[in-house]
């Protein structure tokens, strides 16, 4: 659970924790476009840092992933300043990175407050907003990426070769995961699985769950790891959407499951596939908002050459067991073991969504889904994209947003979301997906795979 202070500066430090074992410490955060930014400290400068941060400017709430900036109704452009405090809790020595440390860190304005637009605040505001209504989060975004021959500095070949998941292809990266999962492991992430995906050189891994604020920090620390590790083997990482135009992409789907105090809502209840009702109502409240959740989570405009249909992308409003062309896909898990198994799946985010807006956007539309006491509608199986125009219409089954413009415009009209996000968060996200939208309306698909390829 996220620990920084209400205000700065802060009492105690790192008085409270180890002095970190390291020469520098790396302190992150994440901006609209979905860009790791970072600021750094000496070590033995850190107890100050966390008490009165380390100063960044708020341009970079309106950065698109290009790194050009738009303005917007409240933020942009060159004045001001804020201040970067680290989660000391959550700080890491780097095992892929030696002789320095790392800590996520939550923005404040100059005159002490929380800045109003910090996105990692953000996901704890949402998450407690979850606990004052009596329920709790558990999350883990599954990470997909390709590896490529870092001679290649132009463009993108695979490092590795061979059939889908299949064993030549693990064969020629059975050091370097080994490696990986060791290094991550060092670092205080727990890998649940690894294998070869079906993209390019492309490969996955799985990790344990946390809670929702940690999870985002998660997805951050591993796609770090993933792109150093991956460097130390001699090859270049590549977590962008769109490997190649026409071909399967990366996604960063995120599993979820909610408790509350009698146990696990997809659980012991009477509703589809055992849900309780508080259980159903929250995925229906995702499911409602999956059109304005795409700008969160997958709104770059590489995004939507991934977004396909009948590419597991899950590009379809709707919800199914084990569907994997569902945007949401209940799993219920092995029989007799749904307690702590059952979760859902929301497939169609990328590694260009912010992490930390999308655990708290998502809580959010699962919030207003339980305040509203929604239902699902009856599930799909199959691929929509063979449905005829009837059963479409029946079934309630429409396309995701398939343009960056098209999704911003949904986050716009979306209530539960710019009422959890507040005006500036909720103006500036918006002021850098249509910034993207616009400055790249008539790139080509490789234009925007080449402008993409090694951002994120």
């Not at 939507?304 to 084990?322: H, I, M, T, Y």
């Not at 702590?340 to 985010?349: L, P, Q, S």
């Not at 509608?377 to 994209?385: F, L, Q």
Request: hydrophobic fraction near 45%; charged fraction near 20%.
């Amino acid at each position: 659970m996220a620990t920084t202070p209400d205000r700065i500066p802060a009492e105690g430090g790192t008085a409270l924790i180890d002095k970190p074992n390291a020469s520098m410490v790396a302190l992150s955060f994440v901006d609209n476009a979905g860009i790791t930014r970072v600021k750094a400290v000496p070590g033995q400068r850190l107890e100050h840092a966390s008490r009165y941060g380390v100063g960044v400017s708020p341009c970079f709430e309106t950065f698109a992933f290009d790194d050009l900036m738009a303005v917007g109704r409240y933020l942009g452009g060159p004045d001001g300043d804020l201040r970067l405090i680290p989660d000391l809790t959550r700080m890491t020595g780097l095992a892929c990175q030696p002789g320095w440390a790392w800590a996520p860190a939550d923005k404040y304005t100059q005159d002490g407050a929380r800045f109003a637009a910090c996105q990692r605040h953000f996901a704890a505001r949402q998450a407690e907003a979850a606990r004052g209504a009596g329920l709790r989060l558990s999350m883990a975004f599954e990470t997909e990426w390709s590896v490529g021959r870092a001679d290649d500095t132009d463009g993108f070949t695979p490092a590795i070769h061979g059939p889908a998941y299949g064993m030549v292809r693990l064969g020629q990266v059975a050091d370097y995961a080994a490696d990986l999962v060791a290094v991550l492991d060092r670092q205080g992430i727990t890998v649940d699985q690894f294998h070869p995906e079906y993209a390019p050189g492309q490969l996955e891994l799985s990790i344990e769950p946390s809670e929702p604020v940690a999870a985002a920090d998660d997805a951050v620390l591993v796609r770090h790891t993933i792109r150093q590790v991956t460097a130390r083997h001699g090859w270049r990482a590549l977590l962008a959407p769109c490997i190649e135009p026409g071909g399967t992409g990366s996604g960063a789907h995120l599993h979820l499951s909610v408790h509350d105090d009698r146990g696990p809502l997809f659980a012991r209840g009477d509703g589809p596939h055992g849900m309780r009702p508080t259980g159903e109502a929250f995925l229906a409240g995702i499911l409602r908002e999956l059109p304005a959740l795409v700008a969160v989570g997958a709104g770059n405009p590489a995004s939507f050459l991934r977004l396909e249909p009948s590419r597991w992308a899950g590009v379809w409003q709707c919800w199914g067991r084990e569907t994997r062309e569902a945007a949401l896909r209940f799993v219920t898990g092995v029989r007799g073991t749904e307690d702590w198994a059952a979760n859902a799946e929301i497939k169609c985010f990328d590694a260009t969504g912010n992490p930390y807006l999308i655990v708290g956007s998502v809580i959010a539309a699962g919030l207003a889904g339980v305040a509203e006491q929604l239902r699902l509608p009856p599930e799909i199986t199959g691929d929509p994209v063979t449905f005829d125009a009837e059963a479409l219409m029946m079934s309630d089954v429409r396309r995701l947003p398939t343009t960056p413009t098209e999704a911003a415009d949904q986050l716009a009209a979306s209530r539960p979301l710019a009422g959890a996000m507040g005006a500036e968060l909720h103006d500036a996200l918006l002021t850098v997906r249509r910034a993207e939208a616009e400055r790249y309306a008539e790139a080509s698909a490789e234009e925007l795979v080449a402008l993409t390829r090694w951002r994120f």
